[in-house]
């Protein structure tokens, strides 16, 4: 299956900063990008869809100003938590899809605010 | 809004028994289905899918079923290894899960299997 990379892996940071999640698609081009958070043994909670190019659509009850997604180019898109609190403390995990029908995860990133 | 049921949360079977999940959506304009297995502390890696021009679709071990009438899909797997011991999700999508067609996820089923 095609491969998608997600960085860092796991990230621990001060509350009131901002942490950086990227995600790329290293053997396709991903024309749509989806946005998670997992709780401890939880299903996949949709935060946003990014298309290449365009705005993110954001799921009900998600911050668009907390949570920044851009997805500027075809392999690449980009989650920021803003002034990160201890309850953004989460994992974090895209998807990636391209012309075929299935969605390729990354690996997530376990975010840690103290 | 739209929704997807899973059932049951939790399972645990015996090596070598059969094993289902099922889920069942709201959307009914969903014409994708698949099913993600997730070990712990790993991303969800897809085990198999299916569009809604078809009833049954079978991969060795695993297999889904469909029943767009109803609404409802299941997962079904023989001949339980303890390997397949992990979470495993249902989604729904339309658009054949293909373009800007969002998933919907169902809450997961842990999946145990004793050896």
């Known amino acids: 299956g095609a491969v998608v990379s997600q960085h860092p892996s796991r990230v621990i940071c001060k509350s009131g900063t901002s942490v950086k999640i990227e995600c790329r698609s290293l053997?396709?081009?991903?024309?749509?990008m989806f946005w998670y958070r997992q709780f401890p043994k939880k299903s996949l909670m949709l935060m946003a869809t990014?298309?290449?190019?365009?705005?993110?659509?954001?799921e009900q009850g998600v911050e668009k100003d907390k949570f920044l997604i851009n997805h500027a180019s075809l392999t690449l898109s980009t989650l920021t938590v803003t002034s990160a609190h201890p309850e953004d403390s989460s994992f974090y995990i895209c998807?990636?899809?391209?012309?075929?029908?299935?969605?390729?995860f990354g690996q997530g990133t376990r975010l840690t605010v103290v | 809004g739209e929704n997807v049921e899973q059932h049951p949360s939790t399972l645990s079977v015996q090596e070598g028994d059969s094993a289902v999940i099922k889920c069942t959506y709201s959307d009914s304009a969903s014409n994708y289905f698949p099913w993600y297995k997730q070990e712990l502390g790993k991303r969800p890696q897809l085990i198999i899918d299916?569009?809604?021009?078809?009833g049954e679709k079978k991969d060795q071990r695993i297999a889904v079923t469909l029943n767009k009438t109803a609404k409802h899909f299941s997962l079904h797997i023989t001949e339980t290894q303890p390997e397949d011991s992990a979470v495993y999700f249902c989604?729904?999508?339309?658009?054949?899960?293909?373009?800007?067609?969002?998933?919907?996820f169902g809450t997961g089923t842990r999946l145990k299997v004793l050896a």
């Open positions: 998807s990636a899809r391209g012309g075929r029908s299935e969605a390729f």
């Open positions: 990014s298309n290449e190019g365009s705005k993110a659509t954001y």
């Open positions: 053997d396709f081009q991903a024309t749509t």
């Open positions: 299916i569009r809604s021009n078809v």
């Open positions: 989604a729904a999508s339309r658009g054949s899960g293909s373009g800007t067609y969002k998933y919907i």
